[in-house]
């Protein structure tokens, strides 16, 4: 992959959603999504994204996504039960998006815990 043009590497737009990091330690992955991009477009046919369960009921908070609600997020995945599908669809790919470098610290954390 190194010597790839960045039009032909493998690419990913990867983002997630979380509690925010005044949780620290606590915080949790809500919703994350995939978006790879083929010849510098997005592949929207193969793109992913899902709620997640965090486990525990999530405070509303001004910079909340409108809509991830303890409700609405108990009725999703937990993040073991989604880390398959996530890690297939960002091995191999270099992933871009903003603020990559706080989400996947929150990743890795929160993958790290899980055993895997």
Partial sequence: MPNQMWSTAPLVAFDLEGTGSQDRENEAILEVGVVPLVDGSPDVAHTYHSIVNPGRRIPRRPWSPPGLTSDMLALGPTLDH???????????????????KPWMSLANCRYCSTDH
């Fill in 82 to 100: 989604i880390l398959p599908e996530l890690v297939a669809r960002l091995d191999g790919a270099y992933i871009v998006g903003s603020t990559v």
